[in-house]
């Protein structure tokens, strides 16, 4: 009789030592894998918040103002559960100059190997708006194109890959892509966001945004790298990329905010203005150590970087999350 109390007893505690023992793994491997830290760069594109996707944030009604902003298309957003802080016009289709680039680098990345060589076409060097850094006939890869795409905007990288794949095809696979995404107020008519006839609006660019964090995070860290070399074959050349976008220069302002840009896509053409869509880690005031992944889209805009500024001050001033 003792003996099977005593075995009985065992049992139980086994049973415990396994129950915490599982909790305690759980608490410490899967939820914080599954969680996106501010201290760890690997975990921003791998996986959403816990917090953020269950948890709403607080309207501080003492900012009863709204953001005094240009844009006449925004749209403020966490993009892991789609809760919407601020809007304007967001499905309103207008140009989006060179955010244009993001689809041309999704459709290149999926439909051409990253290291086939990609002749630098004389159409290519004729077309203007970026720096001539390529030469005529010099041979570079897809991976290192993209680069050039995302990070000084090269038109003439996206008319070379359209070129090498077939420019008509290629535009008809941005805009399949576009509608696969359900981008129902986007079209493209070329790779690279002179043409004003390149469209989309603030909730279609959320749906680029979003497939490329699931797909091709690493256009994303692409694109928020301040420098970066690339090369050339025939002739053998290293060619220097600095970043154009300011926010790769980290502002003073996004380390006073303790936010960290995560990447994205400036653009400027004279019918649409100064243009961006891009994604911010932004801390959270209820969680120590998580962190918000936050969209901003700003389209028709004289002042990108003062309406992103404007915008980021105003979140973490009229929400807690």
């Known amino acids: 009789m003792i003996k099977r109390i005593i075995k009985i007893l065992l049992i139980l505690l086994m049973g415990l030592i396994i129950g915490f023992g599982g909790a305690w793994f759980y608490f410490n491997y899967f939820r914080s894998n599954n969680s996106v830290n501010i201290k760890n760069n690997e975990q921003y594109f791998s996986a959403r918040s816990d917090i953020s996707t269950i948890t709403y944030p607080f309207r501080n009604w003492a900012i009863k103002e709204e953001p005094q902003i240009a ?141 490329i964090i699931a797909n091709h995070p690493n256009f994303l860290l692409i694109s928020k790298n301040f420098e970066d070399k690339i090369y050339g074959r025939n002739p053998n050349v290293i060619h220097d990329l600095k970043n154009i976008n300011q926010l790769t220069q980290k502002p003073n302002y996004l380390d006073d905010l303790g936010i960290i840009f995560l990447g994205g896509k400036t653009g400027f053409t004279d019918e649409a203005w100064q243009t961006f869509a891009g994604v911010f880690l932004v801390p959270s005031q209820r969680s120590d150590g998580m962190a918000r992944r936050i969209l901003v889209v700003v389209l028709k805009t004289p002042n990108r970087y003062n309406d992103i500024e404007v915008l980021l001050r105003w979140l973490i001033k009229a929400y807690i999350f």
């Open 71 to 211: 844009a006449q298309g925004v749209l403020l957003m966490d993009i892991d559960n789609d809760y919407i802080f601020y809007q304007r016009e967001a499905n309103v289709r207008r140009p989006i100059a060179s955010i244009t680039k993001l689809m041309t680098a999704v459709i290149a990345g999926e439909n051409i190997n990253n290291q086939e060589l990609i002749p630098i076409t004389q159409k290519a060097l004729n077309t203007d708006g970026d720096p001539a850094i390529f030469y005529l006939n010099e041979k570079v890869t897809i991976n290192d194109l993209i680069k050039s795409l995302l990070m000084i905007s090269s038109n003439k990288a996206a008319i070379s890959i359209s070129d090498f794949y077939g420019e008509n095809n290629f535009v008809a696979l941005m805009n399949q892509k576009a509608k696969e995404l359900s981008m129902t107020q986007t079209t493209f008519v070329e790779p690279t966001g002179l043409n004003f006839l390149n469209q989309s609006s603030p909730n279609d660019l959320k749906k680029l945004i979003k497939y």
